[in-house]
T-cell receptor, first 118, second 116 residues
Framework: AQKITQTQPGMFVQEKEAVTLDCTYDTSDQSYGLFWYKQPSSGEMIFLIYQGSYDEQNATEGRYSLNFQKARKSANLVISASQLGDSAMYFCAMREWGLSGGYNKLIFGAGTRLAVHP | GAVVSQHPSRVICKSGTSVKIECRSLDFQATTMFWYRQFPKQSLMLMATSNEGSKATYEQGVEKDKFLINHASLTLSTLTVTSAHPEDSSFYIC????????????FGNGTRLTVT
C-alpha cells in the first residue's frame, strides 16, 4: 500500500493566486514527521515546511502553510500569492519512527508538478 | 545553514566499471543518511538507510552487492555502484540527518550517473 499519496500529477495556478497541493499518508506510528520539498529542474531538493505528528498548530513558513488534518491523515501544502519561480515539482514526504526506534525511513510521494502562469 | 556536499555532480562511466559517490555533511553530525534514486519525471525512490558505524538497511528489490553503502563516520557516507550497467544510469541523491524524528534533513545536490 502507498504510504504517501499525492493525487495531483500536475497543477497550474495563476500568478498571485493561492494553490493547494494534496498529500495523504498512511502510518500506524504515533510519532512521525511530514515534510514538503520543492525540486526545480536543476534537481536540488529544497525544504519548504515540516509538521510533527504531535504539533497541534499547523506549520507555516512564509508563503507556505501546511493544512494538517491528523484524523484524515492529510497534510496539504498551501502556497499563497504564487510566483513564477514557484513552478517546480513538489514532493510530500514522511519520516516514520518505529515504536521501538527500530526503523527509520524517509519516503516520498509521487510528486505534483506545479506550473505558475503569468 | 547546514550543508551536505555530494560528489561528483555528474559522472560518465563505461559498463562494467565501478563508480563511487560521496556524501559529506559539512557542519553537523549525520547519524543517518538516506540514499535515493530518481528516474526522470519520477519520485525519489529510497534505496537504503545507513546509520553511522553499522550496516545499511536496504529496501526490498535493491541489490546490496551492487549498491555498496558505507557510513564509516558521522560526516561521510559513500555509495558505490559496482559493475555498472546502462540501466543503472539515473540521478542519485543523498540526504543526511540526525537521530530524531524532527531532525532537519539536508540533501545533497545529486549525482547524475550515465553508464555507456
Amino acid at each position: 500500500a502507498q504510504k504517501i499519496t499525492q493525487t495531483q500529477p500536475g497543477m497550474f495556478v495563476q500568478e498571485k493566486e493561492a494553490v493547494t497541493l494534496d498529500c495523504t499518508y498512511d502510518t500506524s506510528d504515533q510519532s512521525y514527521g511530514l515534510f514538503w520539498y520543492k525540486q526545480p529542474s536543476s534537481g536540488e531538493m529544497i525544504f519548504l515546511i515540516y509538521q510533527g505528528s504531535y504539533d497541534e498548530q499547523n506549520a507555516t513558513e512564509g508563503r507556505y502553510s501546511l493544512n494538517f488534518q491528523k484524523a484524515r491523515k492529510s497534510a496539504n501544502l498551501v502556497i499563497s500569492a504564487s510566483q513564477l519561480g514557484d513552478s517546480a515539482m513538489y514532493f510530500c514526504a514522511m519520516r516514520e519512527w518505529g515504536l521501538s526506534g527500530g526503523y527509520n525511513k524517509l519516503i516520498f510521494g509521487a510528486g505534483t508538478r506545479l506550473a505558475v502562469h503569468p | 545553514g547546514a550543508v551536505v556536499s555530494q560528489h561528483p555532480s555528474r559522472v560518465i562511466c563505461k559498463s562494467g566499471t565501478s563508480v563511487k559517490i560521496e556524501c559529506r555533511s559539512l557542519d553537523f553530525q549525520a547519524t543517518t543518511m538516506f540514499w535515493y534514486r530518481q528516474f526522470p519525471k519520477q519520485s525519489l525512490m529510497l534505496m537504503a538507510t545507513s546509520n553511522e558505524g553499522s550496516k545499511a538497511t536496504y529496501e526490498q528489490g535493491v541489490e546490496k552487492d551492487k549498491f555498496l553503502i558505507n557510513h564509516a563516520s558521522l560526516t561521510l557516507s559513500t555509495l558505490t555502484v559496482t559493475s555498472a550497467h546502462p540501466e543503472d544510469s539515473s540521478f542519485y541523491i543523498c540526504s543526511a540527518t540526525g537521530d530524531r524524528v524532527n531532525s532537519p534533513l539536508h540533501f545533497g545536490n545529486g549525482t547524475r550517473l550515465t553508464v555507456t
